[in-house]
């Protein structure tokens, strides 16, 4: 998604005029500095510890570890 919000474009007004806005010129999207990451989890490990889900795949994983490891989840609800 980030490649269409931040190199698509959109044409505007009639064909025959031949005008585009890129995406991210035209739509008030967030910056990439404005997100912020967390997680939940019924456990008290880091985001990267908490990871045994196999969600993403290892390589992607480990080259994101050291932030990760910095992320504490907060309390997943859970059913007990």
């Known amino acids: 998604m ?4 931040q190199m698509g474009s959109l ?7 031949d005008r585009s806005v890129r995406i991210k010129d035209f739509v008030p999207l967030a910056e990439l500095s404005d997100l912020v990451f967390g997680g939940r989890n019924v456990y008290d490990d880091n985001v ?8 993403l795949e ?20 859970t059913d007990s």
């Open 58 to 77: 290892p390589l992607l994983l480990h080259a994101v570890k050291d932030e990760l490891a910095a992320i504490r989840p907060m309390t997943a609800a």
């Open 48 to 55: 990267f510890k908490a990871t045994k889900a196999k969600i």
């Open 2 to 5: 980030g490649s269409l919000t």
């Open 11 to 17: 044409r505007i007004g009639q064909r025959a005029e």
